[in-house]
Structures are given as C-alpha cells and as structure tokens.
C-alpha cells in the first residue's frame, strides 16, 4: 500500500512539469505581450523606448530558454513571482479570490451531493416508475441548462420576485465578505452560484448513483439479503448503498477539482471576483506569470484530488487492494 | 433419400420485408425518450439549414422602431408580428434563434466529428503501438486532462483570436484527450485478439490494421463519444461568445444573446435573456437524450439500466 501511494505520488510529477510546459508554451503563442497590452491599450503614441524598457525589466525580452528555466525554478521553490500587470506578488492576487472560489466549490459540492444522493438511489429503488423518469428529466435537464443562464433566470427571479412581493427589488450584495466576518452578508451573496453549480453538477452525480446503484441491487448478496426477509429500506440505504458509492465518489472529487477553476462563466454571471474571473483577466493581459501560477494551482488541485479519490477507494471498498 | 418437395411459398406465407417505417416506429418504441432527442434534433437541423426561409425577418438588420419589444407584438403599419419579442436593436428573437441553430450545429458538429476522430485515431494508435509509444502518449494524454476543459478552450481561443472558426479550434482540442483515452481503453483488449496477430502474419501494414480490422471495433465507444460531444461544444460554444471570447457580433449565437446580463433586462424585458436559454437548453436536451439510446442500443452492459 505504501510503495503504492510513493509510486503514484511519483508519477504526478511527470503531469505537473508537462502541464508547466503545455502553459509556458501556450502563453508565448499569444499574439501581443503585457507592455503592449500596457502602454499600447489607449491607441495613442507610445515611445517604442517605453516598450522596451518594461519588457527588459519584466524578461519578456529574455530568450524563451532562459524565461522558461526561471519559471520552472520558481516553481520547484515556491517563489510565483510578482504579477506582471499589477506588479503585486501572485500570491496575494490568488490569496484574495482562494477564499471566495474554494467556499462556492464546497457550498456547490454540498449542494450535488445532497440533490443526487436520494434522488439517484429513490429512481434506481424504483426503476421505470414515475418517479424514476422525473427524476432523470430533472437530471437530464440540469446537464443541458447552462449553468449561467441558470444564474441569469435566478437573478431575474430575485428582482421580480422581490419586487412584486415587497416592492423594491433586492439584488444579492456585490461586494465579497468573508463567511467568518458576516455570515449572512456571505451567504446571501454565495448561495445563488452555488445552487446553480450545484444542480448541474448534481445531475451527473445523480445518473451515476442511479446506474450504481442498479448495478448493485442486481448483485447476489442483495438477492440473499431480500431471502433473509430484511425489508427493503435496509437493503437499499444500508447493504447496497455503500457499494453503489464507489463511482459517485470519483464523479463528486473530480467535479470538486473542476469547480474550483472551471467556474469561469458563473464567476461572470454573479460579478464575483473569484479565480475563474482573475485567469480570464490574466490571460486578456498577457500577464503570463500570474496565468502560469494560476494554471498550475487548478492543474494541481485537480491531479491531487483523482490522487485521493484513488486512495479512498481503497479505503472505501476493501476488496480493492493497491499493492 | 427421400427428397423433400419445395413449394415455393407465396407472398403471404413469407416473413414481411421489414419496411423502413417499421424499424422507425420499432425505436420509437424502445427507445421513447431518444427518439424525442431524435426529433429535436432534426427540428434544429431543419432550422439550421433553412433558416433563410423559414426565420420571418432579418436576424442581423437593426431596427431601433422596435426595441425591446415584448413577446407576440404586432405592429400593424408594416403588419410585423415579434413572436418572441425583439431585443435591444430591435431584432427579431425568434430570427435570431432560428438563425443561431446555424452557429450551434455548425460549431458543435465540426468541433466534435474532428475532436473525436482524432481522439479515434491517437487512441487506436497508441494502443495498438503500445510499449513507450503508449505510455509517452498516456502521459501527454494526462497533462491535457489535467485541464478543465473551459480552461483550456480560453487559452485556445487568447492565442487563435475569437470568431466562429476559431471557436470551433478552441473546443476541438479539448475534446481529442478526452476521447483519445476512452477509445484506448477498449483498443487495448482488442489488441490481444487472435486476428489481430492474423493480420500482422499476414504481413499486412500498420495503417491497413489500424484502419481496417481495429477502428471499425472500437465504432461502439466512438460513437457514444461523439453524440455525447456534440451537446457539450454548444454548451461551450454558448459559454465562450457569453463571455465575449467565441462568436462575435452581429451573428446570431445563442450565448452571445444572453450577453449584457440579467440586471439590465429585468424590469424592461426579462424575454430577452430567457428565449436563447431556452434554445440552448432544448438542443442539449436533445442531443443527451439522442446519445443516452445511442449508448443503450450499443453498449450492451448498459442495456435497459439508465
């Protein structure tokens, strides 16, 4: 088991140097570099000078080996560097938004989690009922919504729905606080994203707790537990759907790693100033270290939670044995 | 012997000749929920190609006489009736969706059918190479993964510049891993099967193997692949011209419709974000529930479960 977490520990660094490159070399095919982004926005004149200049003193004029060289070397020490359109270290650029996306990517978690659970195993309990096709339409349906347009008829429904109740309409505050400095302030600015990420990503959630669980009510120790005379509420929720839960893991992780990175178009939506909005702000400016530092924190999340994912597995199903 | 007399049977003795008609309704009937994907399908597909006739006005011509029209609006000096209202220059929503069926299909076709053939043929190859050809790709395969495929789209389109074709790159590259790997997955088992190593004695070249005996076996994962895609590229389409980075004005594109956000349109005309999502909505509807029956009727494991 141990040599089995070294090995598979081993080989993510393979992954995180190759998405390195990928990124390095993804930027510097972007046409244009941050000084013309710069000093070239306003369509004016600019000293050619100028350009040269901060290009000199940011080592965009550097040859590629020697920036690309720089850049893994920060890496491997932890140093991200200073952002090259704001001039503030990259930390604290991802420090302010880290907080804001992880709290929406669990609040959104959450929310999966407890749609799809009970309504993935109440349509596999009762397979081609009513119930059943309800339940996979409202799945079926929260993949096709896009979960933007979800937060745009969420919004809507606050304004008029507000305004017809009590008059004035309320629209959820703008501004970010911390969920430890005013909770309610936090939360009514947080939920609406998360429910509209969370029904989405609870529709994959709950297609894959349905055929799990179909799979594993077919299995021969259900049948002997059926024999046993046990009544069929236990069976479901206390011998099948341990079992069934193996898939739904992975499917729940992976989404995790995808939200705290993917929620670019939501992040629009609701105005939040999370890290979706900050990598497209930063790939807009050319500003390579910040994307490079950014690209790296979403790739490592997500490679170290399929890391985890595996491992619980084993942890979850004992007859799975890494060796 | 005996010989046995044949009568010719006549033609009401014979098993019926199954007609088209029949194996239409036959699906119809097993796979009732796909054969309406199926049907929304073809609507669009009917509006994507004849949107020039079938749209009652102009999509693009700006008409400031009827801004924000609501929904079912006659005018009745140029008798013009604004089934679904007008937007902000006064064009028509119902054109305007009509005529973006036209961007979604083109986009989520062209990107997918590239995306997954590619993906075909890398994943064919690399398991049919296996060794390090296989493992170097697996790797590279790893690192493209490891991006969230929106990500990855907003870089593609930083370097290639926005605007339909380029969009079309942009949700194509993501897509190539992603069905590279599953295609692998079941090339592998197939490598081990005595006529591939027939094949090979033979003398028979790589391409002719791969091409021949191995991609028509992996057509089952493939195609479940690939209607799967297709509702995912006019996601990401709609996404991508939401944010001002995929088709550009003044085409008509579902996700740029939704631009300029819910606030603005609230109290004046909340029709205006609420149609195009529809749109997007009932297309990916429709091409999940096509692909789920398309999985059902090819992967047999999975037959009458989900």
């Known amino acids: 088991m141990y040599t089995y977490i070294v ?16 990124v390095f070399l993804l930027l510097r095919l972007i046409p244009g570099d941050v000084c013309l982004l710069k000093f070239g926005g306003e369509g004016g004149y600019v000293d050619p000078e100028q350009i040269k200049m901060c290009q000199l003193r940011l080592g965009i004029a550097d040859p590629k080996v020697s920036q690309f060289f720089s850049y893994i070397g ?43 659970i009970p309504l993935g195993v109440i349509s596999a309990a009762k397979q081609n009922s009513i119930t059943d096709y309800l339940v996979r339409a409202f799945s079926i349906a929260g993949i096709a919504m896009p979960s933007f347009w979800l937060g745009i008829l969420i919004i809507l429904g606050l304004l008029i729905g507000t305004q017809a109740y009590s008059g004035v309409p309320w629209m959820p505050p703008l501004h970010y606080k911390s969920i430890f400095v ?131 597995y084993a942890w979850l199903d004992p007859r799975i044995r890494y060796s | 012997m005996a010989i046995t007399e044949f009568n010719a049977l006549s033609a009401d003795q014979l098993p019926k000749q ?47 006489e009827y801004m924000l029209n609501p929904p079912g609006t006659f005018d009745e000096t140029n008798e013009r009736t604004f089934l679904l209202g007008t937007d902000a220059f006064g064009r028509d929503l119902f054109s305007r969706i009509i005529h973006g069926a036209r961007t979604a299909l083109l986009v ?96 028979y070249s790589h391409t002719r193997i791969i091409v021949r005996h191995m991609i028509p076996n992996v057509m089952a994962p493939f195609l479940i692949m690939l209607t799967a895609f297709v509702g995912q590229a006019i996601l990401l389409e709609a996404s991508l011209s939401y944010l001002g980075l995929g088709v550009q004005e003044p085409t008509a594109a579902w996700g740029l419709m939704l631009q300029g956000g819910a606030e603005e349109f609230a109290e004046s005309a909340p029709w205006v974000p609420i149609w195009p999502g529809v749109a997007i909505t009932l297309a990916v509807f429709g091409f999940n529930l096509f692909g789920d029956a398309v999985r059902d009727v090819m992967d047999p494991k999975l037959r009458s479960q989900n």
């Open chain 1, 182 to 312: 005013d909770p309610a302030h936090n939360l009514s600015q947080l939920i609406w994203p998360a429910l509209a990420t969370g029904y989405r990503y609870s529709a994959v959630a709950t297609r894959m707790t349905r055929s799990a669980m179909l799979d594993v009510l077919r299995e021969d120790y259900v049948r002997t537990a059926r024999a046993k005379g046990l009544i069929e509420r236990v069976i479901v929720n206390k011998h099948a759907l341990k079992n069934a839960m193996l898939p739904v893991v992975t499917i729940i992780g992976i989404e995790f790693a995808f939200l705290m990175g993917g929620l670019v178009v939501t992040e629009q939506v609701f105005n939040l100033n999370g890290l979706g909005k900050l990598f497209v702000e930063s790939v807009t400016q050319a500003d390579y270290t910040l994307t490079q530092a950014l690209v790296m924190l979403v790739v490592f999340i997500f490679v170290m939670v399929n890391f985890i994912v595996d491992l619980m």
């Open chain 1, 74 to 116: 920060g890496l491997i020490t932890f140093d991200l560097g200073t952002s090259m359109w704001t001039n503030r270290p990259v930390t604290e650029e991802i420090a302010i938004r880290f907080p804001l996306s992880l709290q929406i990517a669990i609040m959104a978690t959450l929310t999966s989690i407890i749609i799809a």
């Open chain 1, 7 to 22: 090995k598979r520990m081993l080989m993510l660094f393979p992954t995180l140097l190759g998405a390195a490159i990928v």
């Open chain 2, 108 to 203: 989520g076709f062209t990107a997918s059918f590239i995306g997954a053939f590619a993906g075909l043929v890398l994943g064919v190859g690399s398991a049919y190479f296996g060794g390090y050809v296989d493992l170097i790709f697996q790797r590279l395969m790893d690192v493209f993964m490891a991006f969230p495929l929106v990500i990855m789209a907003l870089a593609i389109v930083a370097i290639f510049g926005t605007g339909t074709e380029k969009v079309i790159i942009a949700i194509t590259i993501p897509f190539i891993p992603r069905c590279a790997r599953v295609v692998r997955s079941s090339a592998l088992a197939l490598r081990e099967l005595p006529y591939i190593d027939a094949a090979r004695s033979i003398g």
């Open chain 2, 18 to 64: 199954k007609t088209l008609w029949n194996h239409v309704t036959r699906m119809a009937r097993l796979q009732p929920l796909g054969t309406a994907g199926f049907v929304v399908i073809l609507v669009m597909v009917f509006a994507a190609i004849f949107a020039d006739y079938v749209a009652p006005y102009d999509p693009v011509i700006e008409n400031y």
